[in-house]
């Protein structure tokens, strides 16, 4: 089925350590996100590309890297992780130009840091 | 810069019940209107938008949302509710402007509780 492909789903990481949340989607679009999901804070947005080789931060990207290689794949980076980036985590995308059409969603990284 | 609020962090109803789940949005400039659900350990899925036209829009499972511009609200309505609608429902808005990254703002979620 196309859409957006999370992985993996769970994930616990002690302090300090780094991991690549991995995202990827077949429906060629330009646009790709990544959020976070804290309980009663909505979803705030961490980095955004527009296309293969551009990214830039969103509204809380301290603590996260991001890079963009292909139109495909947008992978997350936790360099040293820490116990406020227990959250989960969800990438999206969407085609581009015009209305936005709304965003497809992944299932979703639940990370637990101790 | 565009916000949404969602007035009710929670909203319990009876099952057959009818439903509002309410919205505000705050912008400068011509938007487009979302609402998305979220089922428990799932991803968003998309239930309804407004990007022009009619202010009263239908979506998926009964749902439909009336944007209102004087009162920069789109309300979500359900006139009869059903257990399998328990979720955790978002507003988002995106900023109509060209050449923009279009990035959605969302609300901070109202979760649906529909009792027997």
């Known amino acids: 089925n196309a859409g957006v492909t999370q992985t993996p789903k769970f994930r616990i990481l002690k302090i300090g350590q780094s991991m690549t949340l991995q995202c990827a989607q077949d429906?060629?679009?330009?646009?790709m996100y990544w959020y976070r999901q804290d309980p009663g804070m909505g979803l705030k947005l961490i980095y955004y590309?527009?296309?293969?080789?551009?990214?830039d931060k969103g509204e809380v990207p301290n603590g996260y890297n991001v890079s963009r290689s292909t139109t495909e794949d947008f992978p997350l980076r936790l360099e040293l992780a820490a116990p406020s980036q227990t959250s989960v985590y969800f990438c999206?995308?969407?085609?581009?130009?015009?209305?936005?059409?709304?965003?497809?969603f992944g299932s979703g990284t639940r990370l637990t840091v101790v | 810069a565009q916000s949404v609020t969602q007035l009710d962090s929670q909203v319990p109803v009876f099952e057959e019940a009818p439903v509002e789940l309410r919205c505000n949005y705050s912008?400068?400039?011509?938007?487009?209107l979302f609402w998305y659900v979220q089922y428990p350990n799932q991803g968003l899925q998309l239930l309804l938008k407004?990007?022009?036209?009619?202010?009263l829009v239908k979506g998926i499972n009964g749902f439909e949302a009336e944007f209102n511009k004087s009162q920069t609200s789109f309300h979500l309505r359900k006139p009869s509710v059903h257990i399998s609608d328990t979720a955790e429902y978002f507003c988002?808005?995106?900023?109509?402007?060209?050449?923009?990254?279009?990035?959605?703002?969302f609300g901070k979620g109202t979760k649906l509780s529909v009792k027997p």
């Open positions: 999206a995308s969407s085609s581009a130009p015009g209305p936005p059409r709304g965003y497809t």
């Open positions: 429906m060629n679009h330009n646009y």
């Open positions: 590309s527009v296309g293969a080789g551009i990214t």
């Open positions: 912008s400068s400039v011509s938007v487009y």
């Open positions: 407004y990007l022009s036209g009619s202010t």
């Open positions: 988002a808005v995106s900023g109509n402007y060209g050449g923009s990254q279009g990035n959605l703002i």
